[in-house]
């Protein structure tokens, strides 16, 4: 069956680190593939997204880029801050207005 | 504009007691998502609604949950007789149709006890 596979956390690191967070995936075709971003007391915001292989989504700093050959979609900021910490859900979709499988989360850690 | 809204933001009930949960989606979207996010399951869909009609019920983990549209807009997730595994966060979701984001609401937090 379709899933998401994401590194466990806690992760932890000082700001200005770089971060990866690793996501892979399991899927027949080309799902649309979404980071997700959920920071403390709030709800869950879309980070970014890519549509098809080689595309890359960026927001906020942080970057993704649809690997159809690795079916990955790994979580990229090349310096984090303090007000990164927060929970990092991916995800992919298989089509418009259809649901979205989540992975486990990543809880990220910035110290100052 | 206003974003998903959800009510109540927290919900302590007896084990047994039926519950209903709303959400307000984004006005215009015509697509409504229900998930559930606990402790030892993560983030997991319940049901999708297209317009009033659900076209997949997949998710629902058991027959006690139930839900349901009406006008197009506001969305009720009912669950009957509540056990203390159903105890999580209860996330709504938007989306136009044809669009690929999906907007989440705050979330309820529902504790049985």
């Known amino acids: 069956g379709n899933s998401v596979t994401q590194m466990e956390g806690p992760v932890t690191l000082s700001e200005e680190a770089f971060l990866t967070i690793n996501c892979t995936y399991t899927?027949?075709?080309?799902?649309?593939l979404f980071w997700y971003v959920q920071y403390p007391g709030e709800g869950l915001q879309l980070l970014l997204k890519?549509?098809?292989?080689?595309d890359k989504g960026s927001n906020k700093g942080f970057e993704a880029t649809y690997r159809k050959e690795t079916t990955s979609f790994h979580l990229e900021k090349g310096s984090v801050q303090v007000s990164d910490s927060a929970v990092y859900f991916c995800?992919?979709?298989?089509?418009?207005?259809?649901?979205?499988?989540f992975g486990s989360g990543t809880r990220l850690s910035i110290r100052p | 504009g206003a974003g998903v809204s959800q009510s109540p933001s927290n919900k302590v009930t007896e084990k047994g007691k039926d519950v209903e949960l709303r959400c307000d989606p984004i006005?215009?979207?015509?697509?409504l998502y229900w998930y559930r996010q606990s402790l030892g399951q993560g983030l997991e869909f319940l049901i999708y609604?297209?317009?009033?009609?659900?076209?997949?019920k997949s998710g629902l983990p058991s027959d006690r949950f139930s839900a349901e549209r009406t006008g197009g807009s506001v969305s009720t997730l009912t669950i009957q007789r509540t056990q203390q595994e159903d105890s999580a966060v209860y996330l709504c979701?938007?989306?136009?149709?044809?669009?690929?984001?999906?907007?989440f609401g705050p979330g309820t937090r529902l504790t049985v006890l």
């Open positions: 979701a938007s989306s136009p149709i044809l669009a690929d984001t999906q907007y």
């Open positions: 899927a027949t075709g080309y799902p649309s």
């Open positions: 890519a549509t098809k292989a080689d």
């Open positions: 995800a992919l979709r298989w089509s418009s207005a259809s649901k979205i499988i």
């Open positions: 006005s215009g979207h015509t697509a």
């Open positions: 609604f297209q317009g009033n009609s659900a076209p997949d």
